[in-house]
């Protein structure tokens, strides 16, 4: 996540830049050149569903969050891709309990749903 908050400051300022380089060569009386810069920080996240970001971020923010076997797989991805320490041992050591337990059909299904991710495989390879 922090990478991707560089990367947004990074093109922030290059298109700030940018403007600026525009507004000397048009001049000071140019019109709309502010709405080229944008204070909005806006993350595309594509790959996980609105309920597992919003735990994830519950997580970075409280540091904890209920895990169930919906949301696992989600959690363990986003944590092990935004380098979230702590959450992905949590996801596993649930993951241990539902296999004692029997309970892995849903996990199954949800890591299956994230096969484009690596750490995908590492639940797979515990259910």
């Given at each position: 996540?922090?990478?991707l908050i560089?990367?947004?400051?990074?093109?922030?300022i290059s298109e700030q830049s940018k403007v600026t380089k525009t507004k000397k060569v048009i001049g000071k009386s140019s019109v709309g050149l502010s709405h080229l810069s944008s204070e909005k920080l806006?993350?595309?996240?594509?790959n996980y569903d609105a309920e597992v970001f919003r735990?994830?971020?519950?997580f970075i923010h409280?540091?904890?969050?209920?895990?169930n076997e919906d949301t696992v797989a989600g959690l363990f991805c986003g944590a092990s891709q935004f380098e979230?320490?702590?959450?992905?041992?949590?996801?596993?050591?649930?993951?241990?309990?539902c296999v004692k337990l029997r309970r892995?059909?849903?996990i199954r299904f949800h890591a299956?749903?994230?096969?484009?991710h690596a750490a995908a495989k590492t639940l797979l390879d515990k259910v």
């Amino acid at each position: 996540m922090f990478e991707l908050i560089q990367k947004h400051i990074y093109l922030r300022i290059s298109e700030q830049s940018k403007v600026t380089k525009t507004k000397k060569v048009i001049g000071k009386s140019s019109v709309g050149l502010s709405h080229l810069s944008s204070e909005k920080l806006k993350i595309p996240i594509t790959n996980y569903d609105a309920e597992v970001f919003r735990l994830l971020v519950e997580f970075i923010h409280c540091g904890e969050v209920n895990i169930n076997e919906d949301t696992v797989a989600g959690l363990f991805c986003g944590a092990s891709q935004f380098e979230v320490p702590e959450l992905p041992g949590a996801c596993l050591d649930f993951v241990e309990r539902c296999v004692k337990l029997r309970r892995t059909e849903n996990i199954r299904f949800h890591a299956e749903c994230f096969k484009f991710h690596a750490a995908a495989k590492t639940l797979l390879d515990k259910v």
